[in-house]
C-alpha cells in the first residue's frame, strides 16, 4: 500500500469530495422537503452554533492528526465561558475578562499535556477524567446556576452581524483558515503529521514530540475556551450544563472529514465539510420541526454510514495496494 | 495467594490477588474509616442498602464492560441500550404482557443492540470509539422516539419490576444481589473457560489468536452482546428505581463505568483486566459518592471527584508501570 | 531417515500480479531430517512454506502427505495432520502465560468439545506443558501464572518452539526462528531443532543466515526468483558454494572479475 504523501492527498480529496457531494444532496433534500429551511432566520441561528463547534472541531483536527485525543472541549468551553461571565460581573473589563476565559483554557490544556504527554496516560481516559473534574468544578462554582452576560463584545461574538453574516462565523472561518495554513505552510504542520503517523520515528529524526503533542493540547484547549465565549454570546449568559456531549459532536464533525483516530493523516477542509453536513442536518431537522430525538438518530446514522463507507474502501484499496 | 520464587530473576510472583487490587482495597477501606470517622451515618444499614442500591445498576453495566475492554473492544453505548430497554419493558408491560415476556423482550432488545454494535465493531471493522459513540446517539434517540418524543417517561407500576429494584432480602436490596450474581457469572466465565481464555487471546494478539484457530469474530461480538444485556438488564432495574421507563436514563454513566474499571486495573487497549478489579473500583466509586453525600458535599463535585479519582488512579498505575519498566532492564 | 517423504510438494506456483512468487518447484521432507530452505529475499521461501502449511493456495502444484495427495487448503488442513508452523513473529499472547500460549486454540476442557463455555482443564494442560518444556530441555521460570511477555527474548521463542514441537506430529515448518536471537539463544534454539528432528519430525528451517544452516541442516534446498536451484546433502558443502547458490554467482560469467584481472589499479584491484 503506498503510502506516499501523494496518495494520502488522494485518498483524503475522495473524501471530501464525497462529503462535498453529500452536503449539497442534503442541503438539496432539505431545501425541497422543509419550508422554511431557506431562510435567513434559520441559517443565522444554525450559523451561530456551528460556529462554536466549527471552531473546536478545527483544532480537534489539529490534536487528531498528531496522534491524541481531546474530550475535554466541552467541559473546557464551558467553564472558560463561566469564568468570563463570573469576571465581568465582578467588574473585570472586557479584555481581562476573556483574558480570563483564554486563561482558563490554557491552564486546563496544561494539565491534559501533564497526563498524556508527561505521565503517558492514554488521551481517551486522561481527557474524560479532566472533562469531568472541570465540569463538576464549573458546575460547583455557580451551584449550578448560570450567570447572565450584558457585556457587548462578548454578545457580539455570539449574535452580531456582519453584511449579514453571523460574527461566529467569520471566526470559524478564521479559525479553519488558522489551522490549515499551521498544515499547509509551517513546520509544526508538518511535525503534528510525523508525530501522528509514527512517533519513534519522529522522535529518532530529532523532533522533539513532547513538545509537538502538548503544543496541539494547548491549541486545543485554549480554541475550546474561545469557542466557550462565543457559547455565552450566543446564549446570552454562562450556563453550566450546556454544550453536554459537544465533543461527542465535534469528534464526528473531525470523522466525518476523513481524519482517522490513529493520527498522521487528515484534512482540514474534511472537517469543515463535516461541520457543514452535521449544521445542514440540524437545521434542516429544525425546520422539519422534527421532533428533538431525531437529531440524535440523525448524527447517530450519519456517522455510521460515514465509517462503514469509509472503511469499505479502505478495506478496497488495500485488497488492490 | 501462593508465593512462587522465579527462578533466575529472583522475583516473587503473586498469584490470584494482582498487585493493583491490594492497593485499591486499601485505598476503599481508608476511604471508609475516613467518611465514618467524619460523620456517624456511614456506618448504618440504612446507608448501605442505599448504597447498594446506588451502585448496582453502574455496577451490572461494569461487569459486562470488562468483558468486552479485555477483547479489545469498547462500548460507550450502554447506557443508551439500558433507557432503551427500559422502553421495551415499559412498552411491554403497558401492552399487557406478563412480567417475564415484557423483561425478556427488553433484553432481546438489549442483546440486539450488542449485536448491531458487533456488526460494526467486528464485522465492519469501524473503530470502537467512534463507533459506539454513534450508537450512543442512535439507541438515545430510539429510546426517545420510542417513549414518545418528549423526555416524559411512562409509569410503571408493575409488582415484579419494582420488587426487584426496591425489593430487599435478608436486609441486603435485590439489585446487590443481581449485581453480585452478575459479577460471579461473568467472573466464573472469565477465570475458568474456554471462552474467557480466548477474550483475553484475542485482546491481546487478535491475529496470533486467529492464527492459533480461535473464532475472533464469534469472541469479540459475543462479548458485545454480554455487554449489552448487562445494560439491558441495568436498564430494566432502572424502569423500577424510577418507577418508569424514562428515556433519558443513565446518560453519561458509561464515563463512571470506564472510569470504574480503569481504576480497578484494566486496560484500555486489551488483553489485561480482572473482574474483580472492576467490582472493587465500581465499589471504591461508590463508596466515595455516598460519602461526598453523607459529608454534604455540593453534588457537583461528586462528578468532579468521579473524574478525579479516575486521574489518580491512573496516574498511579502509569508511574508504577514506568517504575517497573527500568527495573526490569 | 526414511526414504518416503512425509510431505511433498510438486510443480508448486504462484504468482501475486505479474510478481512470479513460486515457478514450478518440488520441494520434499523425510522425517528425522533437518532440511534447510535457503535464499534471497524475494527468492520464495516464505510463500513455498505458506503454501504446505495451508496459509496460502498454489495457483497450481501438488501437494502429498505420507505419499498420497492431500487435500491442504486452509492451515486447519495443515495442522490436522500434524503440521506445524512457527512464524516470525512467533504469534504468542502475551497477556498469558506459557500454559495458555502452549494450548492457544486447543486447551483441554471438560464435557463438549465444542461449546464456548466449557471449563478449562487447567491442570492437565500445565502438567503436558511442563512435559513439553522438560523433553525439550527448555527450564522456564513459571509456566502458570506469569505472562510470557516477562520473559526473554529467547525464552519466548522457546515457547513459540515448543508449542509447536508439541502438536507437530509429523512436520514442523521455523521462518527464521533465530533472526533476533542473541549467540546463547541462538544456539539453543538450534538445539532444539535437532532434538525434534530426533524425534523423528520433519522440520523445515528458512534462514538466511549461513553459519546457522551449517550447523543443523541435513539437506540444503536453495531457492532463487522463485525457482528451486539446488537440492543436495549439506555434507561438504562449503559456505562459499550456498552463498553462490543463492546470489547465482558464476565464475564463468564474471565480468567484473576479468575486468579486474586486466586492470590490477583500478576497479576490484587489490
Redesign the interface.
Known sequence: MSLSRFSLRRAAAKQESGLLAANIVLFGVMAFTASGFVSTANFRSTAALAAYTGIMSAFATLVLISGG?DLSVGAVAVLAGQACALALHAGWSTAAAIGAALGVGAGVGTLNCI?VVG????P???T?????????????WT??SSTIIDDQTVLNFGSALWFGVPEGTYLMAAAFLLVWLIFRFTRLGSNLYAVGSNPTAARRAGLRVWRIQSTAYLLSAVSAAFAGLLLIGFQGASIPYAAAGIE?TV??AV?LGGT??QGGSGSVVGTLLGVILLAVLAAGLLALQA???????????V??VA??ID??RR?RREVRG | MNH?L????GRV?R?GLAYDQTGLMIAIVVMCLVISWKTPYFFDTGNFSNLGVAISYGGIMAAGFTLVMICGGLDLSISSVAALSGQALAFGLTHGWSTAVAIAFALAIAAACGAFNAL?MVG????A???T?????????????WGG??AASTAIADATVSNLANGKWLGVPVPTYIMLSVFLAIGF?YR????G??V??V???R???R????RVG??MG?AYVVCSLCAGLSGVLLVGLNGGSV?GAAIGIE?TV??AL?IGGTS??G??GSVFGALLGVFALGVLANGLNLLGV?P?????????A??LA??ID??RQ?RRAYR?E | MSSEPILEGRGLSKHYGPVVALNNVDFAVYPGEVVALVGDNGAGKSTLVKILAGAVLPDSGTIFFSGERAAIHN??DA?ARGIETV?Q????????DTT?NMF????L?YGGALR?????RRRAMVQFTEERLAELGI?L??VK???ID?LSGGQRQAVAVARATAWATKVLFMDEPTAALGVQQTEAVLELTRRVAAKGIGVVLITHIMPHVMEVADRLVVLRHGRKVADLPSAGVTTDDLVRLIVGFDPAEDHLAERAASQPDKIGGA
Open positions: 485525543l497526563f505521565l503517558g496516560i492514554n481517551l481516559i486522561a474524560i477524567g479532566t472533562a469531568f473534574v472541570f465540569r463538576g468544578l464549573g458546575l460547583a451551584n449550578g461527542l469528534l464526528s470523522v482517522g483516530l421532533p428533538a430525538y431525531w437529531q440524535l438518530i440523525a448524527t447517530g446514522g456517522l455510521i465509517m462503514t472503511d469499505v478495506r | 512462587v522465579v527462578r533466575g530473576r510472583v498469584r460494526l465492519i471493522g469501524i473503530n470509539i467512534v463507533g459513540i454513534a450508537t450512543q446517539f442512535l439507541f438515545r434517540g430510539l429510546a426517545y422516539a418524543g418528549g466465565t475458568f473457560t474456554r471462552f481464555s480466548n483475553t487471546s485482546g491481546s494478539n491475529v496470533a489468536a492464527r492459533a484457530g480461535i464469534f469472541t459475543a428515556p464515563l470506564l472510569a480503569v484500555l487497549s488483553g489485561t455540593s457537583f463535585l461528586k462528578v468532579a471527584s468521579v473524574g478525579a479516575l486521574l491512573i496516574s502509569s508511574i514506568r526490569d | 492451515p486447519h495442522r512464524y513473529d512467533l504469534a504468542l499472547v502475551s497477556a498469558r495458555a492457544l486454540g486447543r486447551e476442557v464456548p463455555l466449557a471449563i478449562e527450564e521460570p513459571d501464572g506469569l505472562p516477562r
